[in-house]
């Protein structure tokens, strides 16, 4: 199976990119780069005239999402372990800034593979972040989630000074990890940044079928029955493209701006519960659907986004209304036809093997 790039959107354009330490375009270390958010993200930095750096070690089998830009010039992949010293440093050479996607994303997964997470998303991530400052590093962005909040009351708007609540050893990890870098500010010359990211949603070259926006919609679209538990339960939605440009925007943002703080990635208006996203594709698609009590998620949670918006000057540009029709039209096209049979691409199911649950 080869995935076409033309046959997916392409994010990014041309702009003035800051100079790094070799004098040339700054280059960027994607820790994960070859994931779901981390391969929209490495195309949006290459189109921009960046140099870009992978580090993955294709959890998921997954290195077909990046083989289409292997001879882009300023591209360079590094195929490893995150938790290797040997391997950073070779990931680490020339860069200027590191962003930092990798970790075992999502509830399930960690659940079902906990040592392993508590490995990759504490320990490998701490070991990370020590090494920054030994290859001079300017600027370090570290993906976390809004699942860190957990159980807000539905009349509150989470912001960054709201109580964290994980519900989840994955939401645990990212909180720890938070939690390790700010405090840390004081002995690091590096200049890191927190990003709390909504759900994700949208078309990647890596596509992800467990995420509530995409798994809905290829559900519907392809007019199989669909059980939707808890379906007054709130979440957020951020557009990966808009993911992308958010971590662009606090690279390029000055430094006392970004120095240790915290944002809420996504829009006010991708606020949704569940039926309300169940109503956007009924007005698409006539499809299935069957609303259940009682599931096993107890995460109900809205958020704000207006810290990023004022501070930073950054807004959403993609809303799940518009993604909808993009979606169905795309599944019964037929582009994600082999979506079934290659589940563990498609989504965070499974971890190959040969990847040992600690170093």
Same mark, same amino acid.
């Given at each position: 199976?080869?995935?076409?790039?033309?046959?997916?959107?392409?994010?990014?354009?041309?702009?003035?990119?800051?100079?790094?330490?070799?004098?040339?375009?700054?280059? !960027?270390?994607?820790?994960?780069?070859?994931?779901?958010?981390?391969?929209?993200?490495?195309?949006?930095?290459?189109?921009?005239?960046?140099?870009?750096?992978?580090?993955? $070690?294709?959890?998921?089998?997954?290195?077909?999402?990046?083989?289409?830009?292997?001879?882009?010039?300023?591209?360079?992949?590094?195929?490893?372990?995150?938790?290797?010293?040997?391997?950073?440093?070779?990931?680490?050479?020339?860069?200027?800034?590191?962003?930092?996607?990798?970790?075992? !994303?999502?509830?399930?997964?960690?659940?079902?593979?906990?040592?392993?997470?508590?490995?990759? $998303?504490?320990?490998?991530?701490?070991?990370?972040?020590?090494?920054?400052?030994?290859?001079?590093?300017?600027?370090?962005?570290?993906?976390?989630?809004?699942?860190?909040?957990?159980?807000?009351?539905?009349?509150?708007?989470?912001?960054?000074?709201?109580?964290? $609540?994980?519900?989840?050893?994955?939401?645990?990890?990212?909180?720890?990890?938070?939690?390790?870098?700010?405090?840390?500010?004081?002995?690091?010359?590096?200049?890191?940044?927190?990003?709390?990211?909504?759900?994700?949603?949208?078309?990647?070259?890596?596509?992800?079928?467990?995420?509530?926006? $995409?798994?809905?919609?290829?559900?519907?679209?392809?007019?199989?029955?669909?059980?939707v538990y808890d379906k007054d339960t709130w979440r957020p939605y951020a557009h990966v493209r808009d993911i992308s440009g958010a971590i662009i925007k606090v690279l390029e943002s000055d430094s006392a701006k970004v120095k240790g703080e915290v944002f809420n990635v996504g829009s006010d208006d991708n606020n949704y519960t569940k039926a309300m996203l169940v109503e956007e594709f009924l007005r698409?698609?006539?499809?299935?659907?069957?609303?259940?009590?009682?599931?096993?998620?107890?995460?109900?949670?809205?958020?704000?986004?207006?810290?990023?918006?004022?501070?930073?000057?950054?807004?959403?540009?993609?809303?799940?209304?518009?993604?909808?029709?993009?979606?169905?039209?795309?599944?019964?096209?037929?582009?994600?036809?082999?979506?079934?049979?290659?589940?563990?691409?498609?989504?965070?199911?499974?971890?190959?093997?040969?990847?040992?649950?600690?170093?």
């Amino acid at each position: 199976m080869t995935l076409q790039d033309s046959k997916l959107p392409q994010a990014g354009a041309a702009g003035a990119v800051p100079t790094g330490k070799s004098g040339g375009p700054a280059r !960027v270390c994607v820790v994960g780069g070859a994931g779901y958010v981390g391969s929209v993200l490495v195309r949006t930095l290459l189109a921009r005239g960046y140099g870009v750096t992978v580090l993955d $070690n294709f959890l998921y089998d997954h290195a077909l999402s990046v083989e289409g830009i292997y001879d882009e010039p300023g591209y360079r992949l590094v195929n490893g372990d995150l938790r290797r010293a040997d391997v950073v440093a070779q990931a680490l050479d020339g860069v200027d800034h590191v962003v930092l996607l990798a970790s075992l !994303v999502g509830d399930p997964i960690s659940k079902k593979y906990p040592e392993l997470t508590r490995s990759v $998303n504490l320990d490998g991530s701490q070991a990370l972040f020590a090494a920054l400052d030994t290859h001079d590093i300017d600027r370090f962005v570290f993906t976390s989630t809004c699942s860190n909040y957990g159980l807000m009351d539905d009349n509150t708007l989470a912001d960054e000074t709201s109580s964290l $609540n994980p519900l989840s050893l994955y939401a645990e990890t990212k909180v720890g990890f938070e939690q390790f870098v700010l405090g840390q500010l004081d002995s690091h010359k590096v200049c890191p940044t927190l990003l709390r990211i909504a759900t994700a949603f949208g078309m990647s070259q890596r596509m992800r079928f467990d995420l509530t926006v $995409n798994e809905f919609g290829r559900a519907m679209a392809m007019k199989t029955p669909l059980d939707v538990y808890d379906k007054d339960t709130w979440r957020p939605y951020a557009h990966v493209r808009d993911i992308s440009g958010a971590i662009i925007k606090v690279l390029e943002s000055d430094s006392a701006k970004v120095k240790g703080e915290v944002f809420n990635v996504g829009s006010d208006d991708n606020n949704y519960t569940k039926a309300m996203l169940v109503e956007e594709f009924l007005r698409h698609v006539d499809a299935p659907v069957a609303f259940v009590e009682k599931g096993a998620d107890a995460r109900n949670y809205r958020v704000s986004f207006a810290k990023i918006r004022t501070q930073l000057g950054f807004e959403a540009q993609h809303s799940v209304a518009e993604f909808v029709p993009q979606l169905i039209s795309a599944v019964q096209d037929g582009l994600y036809g082999r979506a079934d049979t290659l589940k563990t691409y498609y989504g965070n199911y499974q971890v190959r093997d040969g990847v040992p649950d600690t170093l």
